[in-house]
């Protein structure tokens, strides 16, 4: 059974800090790994989402690595801003079952 | 190009009741999932549609049902609320058939609180 964990359940940091969400999966035999945003009691906006033949995905000012044989994915934001402040998710697709398995979630705040 | 919607966006019910929730799939899309996120948490997988049948489900009673009809929307029903079915219940919709990579896109959801 595929489990994923985030750490640190929160991070807070001042506006224009380069930061790292880490995301762990323990089965490595995954399709894919997509991050998500969530802002307050709202739906899940789709960030990147890498295949699992893929090391990395940029987009902007977000950067998502995967290494499979360690069972970790990271999320990069550069030059955060308080327009960054929310949960961010990230979920595995694992081989063989279709479902998103999620994390609990990075609760982010960018101080101006 | 229209995303995936979710109606109503909040409701209030009581135990013992029963409830139907609706999602309209992103256009073109043929798969939807729907999950389960209760406060603080991730989101918990319940079931997935393929061309209207079941194509997988998580660890939710049957009282936790759906439907996917010919044009690809899809319901929830709730049987016997229970004050722990209390939950935001989001939709997502994806491109390709569910034995490919695909890329899941979540609608706004619905609040359900059960009194």
């Known amino acids: 059974k595929q489990e994923v964990t985030q750490i640190p359940a929160a991070l807070s940091v001042p506006e224009g800090e380069n930061l790292v969400l880490n995301c762990s999966f323990t089965?490595?035999?995954?399709?894919?790994l997509q991050w998500f945003r969530q802002d307050p009691g709202k739906g899940l906006t789709s960030l990147l989402l890498i295949q699992s033949s893929q090391r990395e995905q940029t987009s902007g000012r977000l950067n998502a690595s995967l290494d499979k044989s360690s069972g970790r994915s990271t999320l990069y934001i550069a030059a955060s801003q308080p327009g960054d402040s929310a949960t961010y998710l990230c979920a595995a697709s694992g081989a063989g079952s279709y479902q998103l398995t999620f994390g609990k979630g990075t609760k982010l705040s960018v101080i101006p | 190009e229209t995303g995936v919607t979710q109606s109503p966006t909040h409701l209030i019910k009581t135990r013992g009741q029963q409830v139907t929730l609706r999602c309209s799939s992103q256009?073109?899309?043929?798969?939807v999932s729907w999950y389960q996120q209760a406060l603080g948490q991730g989101p918990q997988f319940i079931f997935q549609y393929y061309r209207e049948e079941e194509n997988g489900r998580g660890n939710f009673p049957p009282r936790f049902s759906g439907l996917q009809f010919p044009n690809y929307s899809s319901e929830l029903n709730v049987n016997a609320l229970e004050l722990d079915d209390s939950a935001l219940y989001l939709c997502?919709?994806?491109?390709?058939?569910?034995?490919?990579?695909?890329?899941?896109?979540f609608g706004p959801g619905t609040r359900l609180t059960v009194l």
């Open positions: 997502a919709s994806s491109l390709s058939p569910p034995w490919r990579d695909n890329e899941q896109f």
């Open positions: 089965d490595s035999a995954i399709y894919n």
């Open positions: 256009s073109g899309h043929n798969t």
